[in-house]
């Protein structure tokens, strides 16, 4: 085995010193634009398995077309804004609310979030490089630098032309902690344990009359303001005690679990009729919010699944209350500051969620409380410091996505994407999607440039720094924020305060990342890739903004890939412990390994780690490198006669044109994976284990060994080409070991994709190779049934064919099955006298048909049948009729015994495999078996082909008759001069089949 990890870093060395990728670049420059944009990951230091993945398949593409002559701009480039970078500054700074960052100092704070931004750039760089992907790491687009951030002002600036930003009120998932609003993606679920109540609310219209409500929040009751029923669901007043109350009719065992007393039901009716009844808060003097509470209709929100049918409504705290909220009018209460207290009510300066207790309390003590139990359920958490999240309403700036939705529809259909379902489930998510909320309420962030007039509310957008009043070095907070504009009404303009989503950051990145001159060559990018979660998240950014800005999709071809996790499916995590490092794959396995397992997975399904996949992938760059020794220890190079190729020499060339043109036509599909397999394949199947092998035989024979030699040469020259793109450090170094030198050019880099030639593929040589091929295995599966070692040769293979093709392929083969099944000769369609025998399940004949009162007839047709029809037909699990009736595979079983033969059954024939072994192939068995243990004697004392020897041995009576036969043979294939047979007491007796050898050899 070669030192793999020792000449992947010195391949990487040559590639830098000589600047490999630079010249390629060079080359290229006049050749056709091909923009390929990189998604910006968080530089965090650690480069996980998953984001080497990614740019492997980023740079498989990439590669892929330079090699096509296409000038291919592939810059690297890192997020360096938001809410990650914030939490990590933080936690450096112990720092843990907004309050103590203002305290601290935004500038100082912001400072050193850019610094954090940047530190591990370079280490990414570095282990993005190690795993050979060619981009511009020396130069990565950076999302906080100036240019950056007006190209996406500048969008911004679009939008508010465009009538597409608005400003406005939601509810939205908020993080008291972080003090922040986040976006449904950004939502991370994780079981939690809360309290979930039944509660009565009095009637207003009814005496001692209560409507049941259910919530697992009751911090939200403080902000009640109605109950929401279906119009069309059954609802019941029942009498408990002395009190009534009203529940939807299907939950009544539900809500009465834990009630002593049993139900009398007294009026059924619609949720219709509840419409409009109105209802006192049972905390109304806690609550100290006066309003007109009542009951209101949905059908969309309230359901039977859980809880009483009727559901408590508070619009300033739940995204489904809050949309019916604004349809019926009700207001949108929502007493809760940035920090999430209450800032009204008996629980004023409380964090919201800490006074679930003390609620539950106070509504026991007014006797409100029907029930309280504890409930495991899925609940939302902040991505980044793991805080449960809690729902409200706050100001926000958005863009306008109901506006723009269709435009968006239409443009997702003239991309294409890979796979093809990506577009319907990226189709079904923008169907959706909420309007954008773009702002955040942070510091590290591209600020929102919108100022507004503190009087008359007028709004100023800006699209770039030449807009401000004055020069500013840094356009991040909190400089930005002491810039001012005069309002028309000669009031003064602040800025609002906010920052963007880090997502419009990303969503700008194909031209904000392009400098002024690249702009006008390029305005999409013609391919990205990126994780399947991307269809909420950089999909949909980049597209927002490219329709905001161009009115189109940015980008022409979107591939998806699926997420690295660990070998049971699950999520690979630090603190889960399940986390494989990449540096650690690499270390062991190398790049071309990882890569080449990576890049066979089907790139859009998850990846399952797993270091028996890796292994795999490591024997078949061990494959690679080995068939390069093999060609290095001959010369090869010599000049050939095009007319002594061989018949497999033109099937080896007929199958490199055949796979050039289908790993061509893959590439353009993008279809990476399938790609990825067929090479793999063709190197693993047709060169290695099938063309090497008669290649072999060929020079031990002496048959035009010089054709074999060049021909496996050619091959494997135009097969590293296309190598370059999935392992590039074995295919260069292989080139530049036996290549460089006739080839001339410095890198296999220079070298452009191989052309297939339309005539030199032979598919009907390849089909034909093809039955050869199974013949050659089925012939070795029949030795292993008979314990006959392929060592072994046997005198003939009867072939049993209708095929023509077979027919015709075989009679040009024999020389290659002879060869490879080691046998003496291959006969077709010779007459075997073949004994059948058929055995029919009668158990399975009655599953079967006696229902239908056909098993006796079944029996007796199978019993009548010829049961070579038979065999030709179930016995290759075909549907076989007989007088109508359809035979079911499983009731019978056909045998067929010839006298020493083995049979087995392939697609185009029968394979009968002669395995008798007569006195003069016995003879030559033996031989064979002597000279090779000869021959490790001579591998044992370090002997050179040429050295001369003399045998000495001590033997059975068979097999001395069978050496001193057949001596001057044995001398011939051992290269000795003499054999003596003598006692030899110090030597180890060898056994060969039931004869029994001494051996010794000296050099002369
Ligand atoms: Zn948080
Ligand atoms: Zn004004």
């Known amino acids: 085995m070669q030192d793999i990890i020792k000449i992947e870093n010195n391949i990487l060395k040559f590639w830098e010193q000589k600047k490999i990728l630079k010249k390629l670049e060079e080359k290229n420059k006049d050749g056709e634009p091909f923009y390929f944009c990189d998604g910006p990951p968080y530089a965090t230091g650690e480069l996980s398995p998953g984001t080497g993945w990614n740019k492997a398949l980023k740079d498989m593409v990439c590669r892929y077309q330079r090699a096509n002559g296409k000038n291919v701009r592939a810059q690297a480039g890192y997020d360096t804004h938001g809410l990650p970078i914030e939490v990590k500054v933080e936690k450096e700074l112990g720092l843990k609310t907004k309050k103590e960052i203002e305290e601290h100092g935004v500038e100082k704070f912001t400072k050193r979030c850019k610094e954090f931004a940047t530190k591990y750039i370079d280490v990414m760089g570095r282990q993005f490089i190690r795993i050979g992907c060619w981009m511009n790491f020396e130069d990565p687009y950076l999302t906080f630098k100036n240019e950056f951030i007006e190209a996406t002002w500048s969008t911004i600036k679009k939008a508010n032309e465009k009538g597409l930003l608005s400003r406005g009120v939601y509810v939205l998932p908020y993080c008291s902690r972080c003090s922040t609003t986040l976006a449904n993606y950004e939502l991370e679920y994780g079981e939690q344990k809360d309290p979930s109540i039944f509660v009565k609310m009095k009637s207003v219209d009814e005496d001692n009359t209560y409507y049941v409500i259910w919530t697992t929040t009751p911090w939200t009751l403080m902000s009640n303001m109605a109950i929401m029923v279906h119009p069309t669901f059954t609802y019941i007043k029942i009498k408990v005690g002395t009190e009534i109350w009203v529940v939807a009719k299907e939950t009544l065992d539900r809500v009465m679990k834990t009630v002593d007393e049993s139900p009398i039901i007294i009026e059924e009716m619609s949720g219709k009729k509840l419409e409009g009844k109105k209802y006192i808060h049972p905390l109304q003097d806690k609550v100290e919010h006066e309003a007109d509470r009542k009951i209101i209709l949905s059908d969309e929100f309230v359901t039977l699944e859980e809880g009483s049918g009727l559901v408590h409504c508070a619009p300033g705290h739940g995204p489904e209350d ?328 033109k099937w080896m060339i007929s199958r490199l044109h055949s796979t050039i043109k289908e790993m061509t036509e893959l590439m353009d599909k993008y279809e990476l994976y399938l790609a990825t397999r067929t090479l793999r394949k063709f190197i693993t199947e047709d060169i290695s284990r099938f063309y090497m092998k008669l290649v072999k035989k060929r020079m031990s024979e002496e048959m035009f060994s010089d054709e074999a030699l060049y021909t496996l040469r050619e091959v494997y020259f135009e097969t590293l080409k296309m190598l370059m793109i999935i392992a590039p450090f074995a295919s260069e170094q292989i080139y530049q070991e036996i290549y460089k030198k006739d080839k001339k050019e410095e890198s296999l880099a220079f070298f452009e994709w191989p052309k297939f030639d339309i005539t030199k593929i032979d598919k009907l040589l390849e089909n034909g190779m093809e039955i050869t091929s199974e013949i050659i295995s089925a012939s070795i599966n029949a030795r292993q049934k008979a314990q006959i070692k392929l060592r072994w040769p046997l005198e003939k293979i009867v072939f049993e064919t209708e095929s023509t093709e077979a027919d015709l392929s075989i009679e040009k083969l024999s020389r290659i099955i002879e060869w490879l099944a080691n046998v003496k000769q291959i006969e077709k369609n010779t007459e075997i006298n073949s004994k059948y025998s058929v055995k029919i399940h009668e158990g399975k004949v009655k599953k079967h048909y006696r229902e239908q009162g056909l098993d006796e007839k079944v029996i007796s047709l199978l019993k009548n049948e010829d049961p070579k029809k038979l065999q030709e037909t179930i016995g290759r699990n075909k549907i076989y009729k007989i007088d109508g009736l359809e035979i079911n595979p499983e009731v019978v079983e056909i045998e067929e015994k010839v006298k020493d033969y083995e049979i087995t059954l392939i697609e185009k024939g029968k394979v009968y495999l002669y395995t008798k072994i007569n006195e003069e192939l016995f003879e030559e068995a033996m031989l064979r078996e002597v000279a090779r243990r000869i021959q490790q004697l001579r591998k044992q004392e370090e002997l050179i082909e040429s050295d001369e020897i003399t045998i000495h041995f001590e033997s059975s009576k068979k097999l001395k008759e069978i050496i001193n036969k057949h001596t001057s043979d044995l001398l011939q294939q051992t290269n000795a001069t003499e054999i003596k047979e003598e006692k030899l007491p110090k030597i180890d007796e060898i056994k060969i089949e039931d004869e029994k050898i001494k051996l010794k050899i000296i050099k002369i």
């Open 322 to 649: 809050f949309i019916i909220g604004k349809r019926f009018g009700v207001e949108i209460y929502s007493p809760v500051n940035e920090k999430g207290e209450f800032t009204k009510g008996a629980y004023k300066g409380k964090e919201v969620r800490s006074t679930n207790r003390s609620i539950i309390k106070d509504l026991e003590k007014v006797g409100a409380l029907i029930r309280e139990e504890e409930i495991s359920h899925r609940y939302p958490h902040c991505w980044r410091c793991k805080t449960p999240l809690i729902f409200m309403t706050t100001d926000q700036w958005f863009i306008n996505i109901s506006q723009v939705r269709d435009k968006m529809l239409e443009e997702i259909d003239k991309v294409e994407w890979q796979p093809k379902f990506a577009r319907t489930r990226f189709k079904d998510f923008v169907s959706n999607a909420p309007d954008w909320c773009i702002s955040r309420q942070r510091f590290w962030g591209i600020p929102l440039p919108v100022w507004e007039c503190k009087k008359c509310k007028k709004i100023k957008v800006i699209g770039s720094k030449d807009e401000l009043p004055k020069k500013l070095e840094d356009l991040h907070k909190p400089y930005i924020d002491k810039i001012k504009f005069k309002c028309e009404c000669g009031e003064e303009m602040n800025r609002v305060e906010d920052v963007l989503d880090v997502w419009m950051d990303s969503g700008n990145v194909i031209w904000a990342s392009l400098n002024e001159e690249e702009r006008k060559i390029y305005k999409k990018t013609q391919f990205i890739i990126e994780g399947k979660d991307q269809t909420r998240g950089w999909f949909y950014s980049l597209l927002g903004s490219g329709i905001i800005k161009w009115d189109e999709a940015p980008y022409e071809t979107v591939m998806m890939h699926g997420w690295f996790v660990d070998e049971k499916g699950e999520k690979m995590s630090k603190s889960v412990g399940n986390f494989v490092p990449f540096d650690d794959m690499i270390a062991k396995y190398g790049a071309d390994t990882f890569r080449l397992w990576g890049l066979s997975c089907v790139t859009w399904e998850d990846v399952k780690f797993s270091w028996g996949e890796l292994k795999d992938a490591f024997s078949t760059v061990n494959t690679v490198y080995n068939i390069s020794t093999f060609l290095q220890r001959f010369d090869s190079n010599k000049k050939i006669e095009e007319s002594n190729l061989q018949i497999e020499d």
